[in-house]
């Protein structure tokens, strides 16, 4: 297919981590046990929310539901890093390659609204506790997660739509293990200024947007502990809320890190998406279940009944 007297290409190949055999071999046996674990610890989650009565309150709905999106998130992920990792071609076809990138945007997308609806949460059970039951009803709920999924549809739609219309040229070579949108982009011989805008517009809306709420919400959160009456109100509040403060902090700061950095293939950008897409969806769930009480003690009664084992 011919643009002028450029050649565009149908398929894309990734650079990969390393070229040297043994080095692949190891990371994809690290890589391996970093998903499985990830799985194993993201659907404990799940499991332990679903089966203790005391764990069905708005807050762990929204952490049930960040669990199954860190889950599906590093399927979207690791599987192709491991295939690519095996197997010596790493060629993939510009669908393929615009459905990962579609499939990142959306979850990302979702995660910070989720991220975001869970502060408000908190600040409505701080902040407001006799109101609390009224105001996190579970048609409340299930609104605030409908809407989280489907702004991160509709974002990662706009996202994905015009970039995806680009011409695309050789060199085809994308400088990192995994499909993202700049590297991508790099690569695009047409004009890509309207894709550019549109995508730095959508994230500016989306990224304001969540940002103003998590602000909001803890900064009421913040003066309600701070005009607690005793030591003990609040340590509660903040012990509550730290969780939640400590995976928000690591979302944001490796997802701006990350897109901050100039796609050009260094090392600093590959330890940089491995933190962003590999370590941080296996890192939510132990957070959670470290610094929960009631998480812990859900998990201890569930392993004591060991319902996998016969009676």
């Known amino acids: 297919m011919e643009l002028g007297n450029v050649t565009t290409v149908p398929t894309f190949v990734l650079q990969g ?6 080095v692949q071999a190891g990371l994809s046996v690290l890589f391996l046990a970093v998903y499985l674990l990830t799985l194993m610890g993201n659907l404990t989650m799940l499991l332990v929310v679903r089966a203790d009565s ?87 709920c299930n609104g605030l997660v409908g809407a989280s999924w489907a702004i991160g549809m509709g974002t990662s739609l706009v996202s994905t739509i015009l970039p995806a219309q680009q011409h695309f040229c050789s060199p085809n070579l994308v400088c990192i293990f995994t499909y993202e949108l700049p590297p991508v982009l790099l690569l695009a011989c047409s004009d890509t200024s309207v894709s550019v805008a549109s995508i730095l517009t959508t994230m500016a809306v989306l990224g304001l947007g969540t940002l103003v709420l998590l602000l909001g919400s803890y900064t009421h959160i913040i003066m309600t502990a701070l005009g607690a009456n005793s030591a003990v109100g609040w340590s509660k509040i903040f012990s509550t809320c730290s969780s939640h403060f400590l995976v928000v902090t690591i979302f944001y700061v490796s997802g701006v890190t990350r897109y901050m950095t100039p796609a050009s293939g260094s090392v600093l950008e590959q330890v940089l998406s491995v933190q962003y897409s590999v370590v941080t969806p296996l890192l939510n769930p132990l957070i959670y279940s470290l610094k929960n009480r009631e998480v812990k003690a859900a998990l201890s009664k569930m392993l004591a009944r060991r319902p996998w084992l016969p009676v």
């Open 54 to 140: 005391h764990l069905h309150t708005p807050m762990y709905f929204f952490l049930s539901h960040l669990s199954f999106l860190d889950a599906f998130y590093s399927s979207v992920i690791v599987p192709k890093l491991l295939q690519d990792l095996l197997f010596k071609w790493k060629t993939t076809t510009l669908l393929e390659c615009f459905t990962q990138i579609s499939l990142v945007f959306f979850s990302g997308a979702t995660e910070a609204c989720l991220l975001s609806v869970m502060a408000y949460d908190w600040f409505q059970a701080v902040c407001h506790p006799l109101l609390y039951v009224v105001a996190m009803n579970r048609k409340v």
């Open 17 to 22: 981590l390393s070229n040297n055999p043994q």
